[in-house]
């Protein structure tokens, strides 16, 4: 395998592509993770919710 300069503009590239990428899955989890808890708190404050209809 031949050697690559590090700062060579592909890996440049990868590098950012990479970093967006686990940004983008790490704002996903966190509107996973709020979701869930919104749902949560409204099932606590309403438990008759679902029997209303």
Do not use: Y
């Not at 050697?3 to 990479?18: D, G, M, N």
């Not at 940004?23 to 993770?33: M, Q, S, Y």
């Not at 919104?38 to 438990?47: F, L, S, V, W």
């Amino acid at each position: 395998m031949h050697s690559v300069p590090r700062s060579s503009p592909v890996i440049r590239a990868l590098r950012q592509k990479l970093d967006r990428m686990a940004l983008g899955a790490a704002a996903e989890r966190k509107t996973l993770a709020f979701g869930i808890e919104a749902i949560d708190r409204n099932r606590q404050e309403r438990p008759t919710c679902a029997s209303r209809d």
